[in-house]
């Protein structure tokens, strides 16, 4: 842990000697962010759902109103995706440095290094943070005073975001490798090579650990021994991560289509044909899966049969996933811009230019608030006129 050039290394004294205070004020900070104040990891949840269903502050009413609150400056492009709990951020930096801050004010909290690049986005359970680095390791940090509890080799750079469920940790590697580590002591429970495919994000549901690759393929592994159970293959290579449900594992290709196959046999259910190649991972919620294409092209389909309901061209690209909160789909675009599109038809409710640089970031909202990182450096916090 270290101070940055922004912030008094008294104010580290001071939460590092009275570890009481600093649990009081994380604890109180909680109550700036009410309404569903908890984004606990990357995509929200371990099946990736990239929704929010408790989110009740920011409405399809005043969703226009949002401006910036406040913003944080760190040394390098912020492409890791916020986790809000307890009314405490954290994001990676590509500074090397995983941050703290309050939510609420942005004020920092803490700061600790790691020995790479860090575009992992945090995991935050059982009061610790789980998160990769390119210095080929899996950290996890004291969610209260950013110390390091302990740090595992992966035999390769961690650009992964890792799951948390129940009291297992899983990430990918870009050794082409996925692990299980005990969230607790970080014992290696399993690990499985998937040649010739580099990793992304790993999803978690029904006993089982899906996986999509720069190979093209997505592969089901068995969440407690690691043993592959099916794989599958598309057209071209996989960038987003899948997104899990009891009825189904959806996902996009770069080879223009978005698929949902069984989650126990791999059957293919449905695809749907888009117009351009998809680099983000989905969202899902109420029935319907959402989709945006590098060009902006943004999709709305029965998750059930994978009929279209509704499609939009916001005009600029995209690249970071898309959220969904209180009926409105959120996108980020590689020119700064935050949007809002009502669930219901496409109708855009928020258009704003926000950071200077691209979004790679996902939107994480939480208690009435909008958090995301930019290539600009910066993480950017948006609210309602007068919310604190």
Request: glycine share 12%; net charge negative; aromatic share 8%.
């Amino acid at each position: 842990m270290h101070c940055t050039r922004r912030t008094l290394c008294l104010s580290i004294v001071v939460l590092t000697v009275v570890p009481a205070s600093l649990h009081w004020i994380t604890e109180s900070r909680a109550g700036g962010l009410p309404g569903g104040s908890s984004w606990s990891q990357y995509r929200h949840d371990a099946g990736h759902s990239g929704a929010n269903p408790n989110e009740t502050i920011i409405t399809q009413a005043n969703v226009a109103s949002l401006e910036v609150k406040w913003l944080y400056g760190t040394g390098g492009a912020v492409v890791s995706s916020p986790a809000v709990v307890g009314g405490v951020l954290y994001v990676g930096s590509q500074d090397r440095d995983i941050y703290a801050l309050d939510a609420t004010t942005g004020d920092f909290m803490w700061s600790s290094a790691t020995g790479g690049r860090v575009s992992s986005s945090p995991a935050v359970a059982h009061g610790v943070v789980y998160i990769g680095s390119v210095d080929m390791k899996l950290h996890a940090l004291d969610a209260m005073s950013g110390d390091s509890l302990w740090a595992r080799g992966t035999h390769g750079d961690v650009s992964s975001s890792p799951a948390v469920s129940a009291d297992t940790v899983y990430v990918g590697s870009d050794s082409m490798k996925v692990f299980a580590f005990g969230a607790a002591n970080g014992d290696t429970l399993w690990r499985t090579k998937i040649t010739p495919a580099q990793p992304t994000s790993p999803a978690v549901g029904n006993g089982f650990v899906y996986v999509t690759g720069t190979d093209g393929r997505i592969r089901t592994l068995d969440a407690v021994t690691g043993v592959p159970v099916w794989s599958r293959s598309t057209g071209q290579d996989i960038t987003g991560s899948p997104t899990v449900t009891r009825h189904a594992v959806y996902f996009a290709s770069k080879d223009e289509h978005v698929y949902a196959r069984d989650p126990a046999t791999g059957r293919l259910l449905w695809n749907y044909q888009a117009v351009h190649p998809i680099r983000a991972s989905l969202a899902l919620a109420d029935g319907v899966v959402y989709a945006v294409t590098d060009n902006g092209v943004v999709y709305a389909l029965d998750a059930r049969s994978g009929d279209q309901e509704w499609t939009v061209s916001i005009g600029s690209g995209v690249l970071a996933s898309p959220t969904v909160a209180n009926g409105m789909v959120f996108l980020a675009t590689t020119n700064g811009w935050i949007w809002a599109l009502d669930i219901a038809n496409g109708e855009t409710l928020f258009d704003k230019s926000v950071a200077l640089g691209q979004f790679h970031s996902s939107p994480t909202v939480v208690g009435g608030m909008i958090f995301i990182g930019s290539d600009d450096g910066k993480v950017y916090a948006l609210g309602l006129p007068g919310q604190r």
